[in-house]
């Protein structure tokens, strides 16, 4: 694996680490519906984006 | 309220009221829930006001008096009712106060924007023979939708004095209290006693209860009620009332509520005919298509055909602008890898990105598609139409009336869905609502089975889609005739149904809400499902020599999966649609790509290394199994519980290995 190899490959993991923790917390986050606004309607901030 | 205030006022009939006297009455407010009486009431009474109970009950109930011209007015704010027939606890309340101790005036307010389900309840206390004045709020929300209605041809028609009213401010407050007081003190409207004329079948059963001493009012509530209000009936009215009962219910299929609201409604609709706008008679047009819709034969078949034509043509015509996407990602895909040397880079772009994402992006159009039949439906009246007709099987399995919009919002997503059951009071009808949405096939799963259908069954692809969403109907249905049977109701609730007119649905309204969620799938598309087809080609990629990760995973939980002849790839597949269910497609395009530049590539190569009994069994794996992880968030949201959560997500994988293995076995013998 060549150093650009690893370099992209740690930029995919440090990525993926934060946006499924971020998607997480505000899935489970008790002021976010669901998987934040994008698919909801059940408040007044549906069609916010995420 | 000044006294200079009433001074100039005087009356036609010469009634002297401007005398002052120590005279008071008893006003009872009573009318629908939501609609502005408690408001009347505030601006009526002020700060004078106190809370209590109902006698007996933990009903509340407001006090409060208002003194007008000399003469105190003690108000009673009545629980918001529908009905005084029905077994709920305000009902019974508002029903046995009228009885025991009634008002010498009631004040019955009504939603004017909807009138004629608030007229049912003034019909009933008319019928009762109390004295009755009406006040008509929220006349403004009517005007806003382009309707009115005439007060004095109104007040003609029942024989009341009909008063405009607003609880937001003291506007018609004098003109209403003058009204309350020359009522008051000349009785006009005692003792009304509206007879309407019901089918002639309820007529006879009413008169055989008549002639036993019983009041007329009291023989259509006791029949509409099927005899659950009490009215002290002796030993032979009882059982000659139950024979009543028991006749008309030999006689016809519809129960006596139905028959007497038919006889009620259909005195309304004249009255309203006279005095409203908004109630004209029905084109002949639209008699002939509530005739086919409502159809007591024809109904459900129109149905069922309405929505076997809408999933055809999502896949039919569907799959024309999903080819011209197909190509073009197949294209970007082509133009990437060969400009782009030969590295990891390279790889997630085309082999990760590209084609996860590109693979979900195709089933664009069906999605579309799909959400402008239902908008069609929904906007044309047809959709009210269809909960009418499937509120006898709802109610049979234990679901509230109020359940069918949830579960219509439940082919979309069922995270919104699943909010939206906030509406049903009653918390076990709520929870069953909440815990079988997952089972109404949302959108997200739209990919995989026209993905599916596409390869194993193309030619029969809406009729295999149209099956799915029936079979998880079915087994929403199934699963609340279990749940209603081990979860105790907390009480009854009142749902009442008014079917709209026949609609030309509005071109720009279709296009907006198509658009909207357009953009709610791309979204997704750029969030969840991207991750998801980066995570699977992560794991797929690593490590670079050896078995990768994904496999190794896959071939762990496979054996799970083997009785449906599901291989590793598969298994992984459902394992990611945890995350959300577009990514079942993303996997298997991911997982499966073997140099293909397209998505027939794709088919190739599963329909290759799939039987077709597998590919069905896939279908309903997906259908079935544990809901995704917003609508899990959702579900414990809303229930407030995990052990619920627990429930749903163990209760869906059982049914879906179960139902899968059935499917598998069974497409077996006969694909």
Redesign the interface.
């Known amino acids: 694996?060549?150093t650009?190899?690893l370099t992209?490959?740690l930029l995919?993991?440090a990525s993926?680490g934060w946006?499924?923790w971020r998607?997480?917390a505000r899935?489970?986050s008790?002021k976010c519906?669901?998987?934040g606004c994008?698919?909801?309607?059940?408040c007044s901030k549906?069609?916010r984006?995420? | 309220m000044s006294p200079d205030e009433s001074a100039a006022l005087s009356f036609s009939d010469g009634t002297d009221l401007s005398s002052s006297d120590n005279s008071a009455f008893t006003i009872a407010l009573i009318g629908n829930p939501n609609c502005g009486k408690t408001s009347l009431f505030n601006q009526l009474t002020g700060a004078r006001q106190r809370t209590g109970n109902m006698a007996g009950v933990t009903v509340t109930s407001r006090e409060g008096n208002c003194e007008w011209r000399g003469v105190e007015f003690h108000f009673i704010d009545l629980p918001g009712v529908y009905s005084l027939s029905n077994s709920r606890v305000e009902e019974k309340v508002a029903r046995d106060y009228l009885i025991d101790s009634p008002p010498d005036l009631i004040l019955n307010v009504l939603d004017a924007s909807n009138l004629a389900r608030n007229l049912a309840l003034t019909t009933q206390l008319m019928e009762q023979g109390l004295p009755v004045v009406l006040a008509l709020n929220m006349l403004d929300e009517l005007e806003k939708q382009g309707h009115s209605v005439a007060l004095g041809s109104l007040s003609e028609s029942l024989g009341l004095p009909v008063l405009a009213s607003d609880g937001r401010s003291k506007k018609y407050l004098p003109e209403l209290l003058e009204q309350l007081l020359v009522v008051c003190r000349t009785e006009q409207c005692a003792e009304q006693g509206l007879h309407i004329e019901y089918e002639p079948h309820l007529e006879q059963a009413i008169s055989e209860l008549e002639a036993l001493g019983i009041v007329r009012w009291m023989a259509v509530r006791w029949l509409e009620s099927s005899g659950e209000n009490d009215f002290n009936f002796d030993a032979n009215q009882l059982s000659a009332a139950q024979s009543a009962l028991a006749l008309l219910g030999s006689r016809h299929d519809e129960d006596p509520a139905e028959m007497v609201a038919q006889g009620r409604y259909g005195y309304i609709h004249g009255l309203l005919h006279k005095s409203s706008s908004e109630h004209r008679d029905q084109s002949s047009a639209d008699h002939w298509l509530d005739s086919i819709a409502l159809n007591r034969w024809l109904g459900i078949p129109v149905f069922l055909g309405l929505l076997w034509l809408m999933f055809e043509a999502t896949f039919t015509l569907g799959g024309y602008p999903a080819d011209w996407i197909d190509t073009s990602v197949s294209w970007v895909g082509e133009q990437v890898a060969s400009l782009m040397p030969e590295s990891l880079l390279k790889s997630l772009l085309v082999d990760g990105l590209i084609a996860g994402v590109g693979g979900v992006l195709v089933f664009l159009p069906n999605v579309v598609l799909l959400f402008l039949f239902i908008a069609l439906l929904e906007q044309s009246g047809y959709m009210a139409r269809a909960a009418f007709l499937t509120d006898n099987l709802m109610s049979k399995v234990g679901l509230h009336g109020k359940a069918f919009v949830p579960l219509v919002m439940g082919f979309g997503c069922n995270v919104p869905a699943i909010m939206s059951a906030r509406t049903i009071e009653e918390p076990r009808a709520r929870l069953i609502t909440i815990l079988i949405n997952p089972f109404m096939s949302c959108s997200a799963r739209l990919p995989v089975y026209v993905l599916l259908a596409g390869i194993f069954f193309a030619e029969q692809a809406g009729t295999v889609l149209f099956a799915l969403y029936m079979l998880g109907i079915l087994v929403a249905f199934g699963v609340a005739a279990v749940l209603a049977r081990t979860i105790p109701e907390q009480h009854d609730e009142t749902f009442i149904m008014e079917l709209p007119p026949w609609r030309m649905p509005s071109i720009r309204s279709l296009l907006l809400h198509v658009w909207d969620k357009a953009g709610d799938f791309l979204r997704k598309i750029g969030g969840v499902i991207l991750v998801g087809s980066v995570l699977i080609w992560l794991l797929q990629s690593f490590p670079q020599n050896g078995t990768p990760w994904l496999e190794q995973l896959g071939h762990f939980v496979a054996p799970l999966f083997a009785p449906m002849g599901f291989g590793w790839q598969e298994t992984v597949a459902l394992l990611s649609g945890f995350i959300a269910k577009e990514v079942i497609a993303a996997s298997l395009v991911v997982v499966y790509q073997t140099g293909m530049s397209d998505m027939a590539g794709l088919q190739a190569a599963m329909g290759e290394s799939l039987a077709p009994a597998s590919g069905l069994a896939l279908m309903v794996f997906t259908l079935l199994y544990m809901p995704c992880l917003a609508t899990i968030a959702t579900i414990q949201r809303e229930t407030g519980s995990w052990r619920w959560v627990g429930v749903s997500i163990l209760m869906g994988l059982v049914l879906a290995w179960i139902g899968a293995w059935i499917v598998f076995n069974l497409a077996s013998i006969w694909i």
Do not use: E
Not at chain 1, 38 to 42: E, I, K, Q, R
């Open positions: 694996m060549t650009f190899d992209v490959l995919i993991l993926l946006w499924l998607y997480i899935t489970f008790a519906p669901g998987s994008h698919s909801c309607n059940g549906g069609g984006p995420d």
